[in-house]
């Protein structure tokens, strides 16, 4: 596959580094700054010139768009409300009759409904198995067990606040103190905010939901459906109290097709939601199935990138 990228941040230069390895072509790299293209693209000079002068190309993103590629790969920051420019780049796409593979989570967080009118109208395909815990296939296990039975999914899905809340249960430290440290080691951002007061979990449980939702033809929802709290007011003798009786505290996200639930929740200390460190889990509740349980590495540039080329892997010839 020709694949044209949107974003060059860790997951769309992971993307382009490991494209050849799984037998596909990069034809167009881009991000704000411009757009470079070649057939094919020589990735390391374009990734080296980024690095250089902090700008990727001088071509337009309207010629990446509409030039010769089979799949864009949506890669740009995440936004709320409109989705943009993600949302844009994916319907361009579209239009013009190219599969779309989404790692971007607002089209389908808060756009799910245009984004799905866009793809019926269209000989292109969308994916989005990278939005929803890194490389757990938890939309595809979703999928290949039928949306439509599928009950409830819940897990621990942001591996910034897990590993907030791990520290702080196994070594009695303060919420700052572990929030700095976890900046210090590169598993937080500058700005936590997305990843501490629960919107970056409640945006996957969204799309999970919608997907629910979709097999029941329900109408989608949007992060301003979702209930959630974070984790920042959280007091260290919450964890110390629930480990007097054997349980532990985790960032929950909830999803079923009635809606979305995101909070710190008790769980058994020795039980399968209790991941630590930076591990995400996900369980899938199904009425024939039982109960599974997928973890894995729920964030970081190779792993999304594993799962975004899984997805390229999976779409049909153009």
């Known amino acids: 596959m020709k694949l044209a990228v949107m974003g060059v941040g860790a997951v769309g230069r992971a993307v382009v580094e490991l ?18 293209l070649g057939e094919p693209l020589d990735v390391a000079a374009v990734l080296a010139e980024k690095d250089e002068t902090g ?51 607002g089209p389908v967080a808060e756009r799910y409904a245009d984004l799905r009118a866009a793809v019926r109208e269209s000989a292109g395909e969308l994916r989005f198995e990278a939005t929803v815990g890194g490389a757990i296939p938890a939309v595809r296990t979703i999928e290949d067990l039928g949306p439509e039975r599928v009950d409830r999914v819940q897990g621990v899905l942001n591996g910034t606040a ?15 103190h572990v929030l700095a440290e976890a900046q210090e080691l590169g598993v937080a951002e500058a ?15 969204v799309i999970v939901a919608n997907v629910l939702r979709d097999a029941r033809g329900e109408d989608d929802i949007s992060l301003a459906d979702a209930e959630v709290a974070g984790i920042e007011d959280l007091p260290t003798s919450a964890l110390s109290l629930a480990a007097d009786d054997g349980r532990t505290v985790r960032l929950i996200v909830e999803a079923t097709p009635d809606g979305v639930r995101v909070g710190p929740r008790l769980v ?24 599974l349980n997928i973890s894995g590495r729920g964030a970081g540039g190779p792993e999304t990138a594993s799962a975004v080329l899984a997805d390229v892997g999976r779409l049909p010839p153009r």
């Open 19 to 36: 494209a050849e390895d799984y037998g596909h072509e990069v034809v167009g790299l881009a991000d704000s700054t411009g757009a470079a």
């Open 55 to 105: 700008v990727v190309g001088r071509t337009s993103h309207e010629e990446l768009l509409d030039a010769d590629y089979d799949v864009l790969v949506e890669a740009t920051p995440t936004t709320l409300g409109d989705a943009e420019p993600g949302f844009s780049n994916a319907v361009a796409a579209l239009d013009r009759d190219r599969h779309v593979v989404l790692a971007n989570k």
């Open 162 to 176: 897990n590993f907030v809340l791990s520290r702080m249960a196994a070594e009695g430290l303060g919420y700052e």
């Open 191 to 205: 700005d936590p905010s997305f990843d501490v007061d629960g919107t970056d979990a409640a945006l996957k449980g």
């Open 268 to 291: 058994p200390e020795n039980g399968t939601l209790a991941v630590t460190g930076t591990q995400n889990i996900v369980q899938v509740a199904t009425g024939h199935a039982g109960r």
